[in-house]
């Protein structure tokens, strides 16, 4: 069974830093567009930073320039460095990825369960 599992999560003043890391574990072939969401209170959840297998990237306006998405193809993780955090910044995580593992089941848009990031004033 394929799982993404999220980490990294925390509280933090603002101004401060954190670095998340999702890690799919089980039988991977190939891991392939992988992102990050996010859902604060009482919002929807949207997609903050993606990337793809080769390493292209798109963040929303929201953390551009203050975030960086990152990559292990190796280690089949995906990073995100979370700078200069502000209080509206607060939310649940979600790691989100295409997947396709060596028995040639596709996990489209597979979920981690999510990870708590809460900026303080």
């Known amino acids: 069974q394929v799982q993404l599992v999220e980490s990294g999560g925390g509280v933090v003043q603002a101004g401060g830093s954190l670095r998340l890391s999702c890690a799919a574990s089980?039988?991977?072939?190939?891991?392939?567009?992988m992102g990050w969401y996010r859902e604060g209170p009482g919002s929807r959840r949207y997609l903050v930073a993606g990337i793809t297998s080769d390493g292209s990237t798109n963040y929303d306006d929201s953390v551009r320039g203050r975030f960086t998405i990152s990559r292990d193809n190796a280690k089949n993780t995906m990073y995100l460095q979370m700078n200069s955090l502000k209080p509206e910044d607060t939310a649940v995580y979600y790691c989100?990825?295409?997947?396709?593992?060596?028995?040639?089941?596709?996990?489209?848009?597979?979920w981690g369960q999510g990870t708590l990031v809460t900026v303080s004033t």
């Open positions: 989100n990825a295409d997947l396709l593992d060596f028995s040639g089941h596709v996990y489209t848009d597979y």
């Open positions: 089980g039988s991977i072939f190939h891991t392939n567009a």
